[in-house]
């Protein structure tokens, strides 16, 4: 009996080509990692970006109601004055408010 090279030749084509598919798929592997990465940082920067967008806004809105500002703004530009006492005077009696409570308290009870 003869034996012949081909079994060999074939057990070394098929290691080759494993070799080299799990050298392809490592490669693969990596570089998606490497681009998840790269849009992770990415993700990241555009969050910041945004956050300090928003605090900014936020920092504009606080300028823009503060009271002092409004009370400049009324003042000047609209002629506004600031009142000094009240309009109107609200007098309750005590009595009254009692008896509306005890009236309250009975319809619900």
């Not at 084509?13 to 992770?40: P, S």
């Not at 009696?93 to 308290?105: F, L, P, Y």
């Amino acid at each position: 009996m003869k034996k012949t090279a081909k079994p060999l030749i074939l057990v070394i084509i098929l290691t080759f080509v494993m070799i080299t598919l799990l050298v392809l798929a490592y490669v693969g592997i990596k570089l998606g990692c490497e681009v998840l990465a790269k849009e992770k940082v990415l993700a990241e920067e555009k969050l910041n970006f945004k956050k300090n967008w928003k605090v900014n806004l936020i920092a504009q809105y606080q300028n823009l109601t503060s009271k002092e500002r409004i009370i400049d703004i009324a003042a000047n530009q609209l002629g506004m004055i600031e009142r000094t006492e009240s309009s109107f005077i609200l007098n309750v009696d005590k009595e009254k408010i009692g008896q509306i409570e005890k009236v309250i308290g009975e319809k619900y009870e």
